[in-house]
């Protein structure tokens, strides 16, 4: 491991002993799969990590039009002459870097094909186009993650690629976590954090009922970062948190309604 200082690390916050399953999984060449709602700190996780471990970090955020090629690389023409480009899954290979598919399940069926002999002990990158096939050092490490909350049936992660990773569920944190995450981020002090925390919290409670998904831990680190600039504090949670939560008026009623017993 890389020996710095915590302060140069992207700040990152434990929640359990998240930290300590990446570095094993990361020393035993074990794939990783994250798995939580969008804005809960995933990706910051990752990006702690890499820098912890002195990692490069290839970082890609999957589409539903993202293929095999997009990840493994194509020959592109370049001043008349045909060249091959790494993509950034190839990269991470030849580096010994790590490669984070964020929301993995929106990508094409084609990269499951890709993903399979890399996460089993092959540990192979099979590039189709070039006849290659590289062989992953011992630091590469692939990092996935996905949102089990969507409820598309058709966006489901197979079981038989789920199978291939160790997983580690992700939830936004305990308001104790969250309060000086929000406040570290946005600069607002501890009582105005603590207050937009506790209304996440009601309106998490209601998530699955009315919400699709409850408020972000990014919403309230933006809505926080607005009031800390001086913005008045119902005008922020409205363009930070109610309106992009919910495009229905009843919604957002309900939503106004709860800020308004808080504040
Ligand atoms: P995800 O990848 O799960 O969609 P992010 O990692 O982008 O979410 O998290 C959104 C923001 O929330 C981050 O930019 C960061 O500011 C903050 N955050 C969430 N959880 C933590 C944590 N445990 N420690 C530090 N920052 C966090």
Known sequence: MKD?????????????????????????????????????????????????LGLPLHT????????????????????????????????????GGICYLDEVVEARKDVTVVLHPLTDDRRR???????????????????????????NILKKLKPSTRQRFISIGFDFPAPEVETPVVMRESRLDEARATALVRLAGKIRALSGMDLEEGVSTRLLIYAATMIARGMAVDRAIEAAIIEPLSDEPDVQQALRDLAAVIY
Not at 21 to 28: G, R, S
Not at 131 to 149: Q, R, T
């Open 60 to 95: 890609v955020a999957c589409h539903d039009d993202l293929s095999a090629a997009d990840l493994i690389g194509r020959y592109l023409l370049k001043g008349g002459e045909t060249v091959w480009v790494d993509g950034p899954l190839t990269r991470a290979v030849r580096e």
């Open 4 to 52: 710095l200082q915590t302060s140069d690390l992207p700040f990152y916050r434990p929640v359990a002993d998240e930290c300590d399953v990446f570095e094993t999984a990361h020393a035993n060449g074990l794939p990783l799969l994250l798995k939580g709602p969008t804005g809960c700190g995933k990706t910051r996780f990752v990006e702690h990590m890499a820098a912890r």
């Open 125 to 151: 990158l099979v590039m189709d186009r070039t006849g290659e096939e590289l062989e992953a050092p011992k630091p590469f490490m692939l990092v996935a993650s996905y949102n089990p909350g969507y409820q």
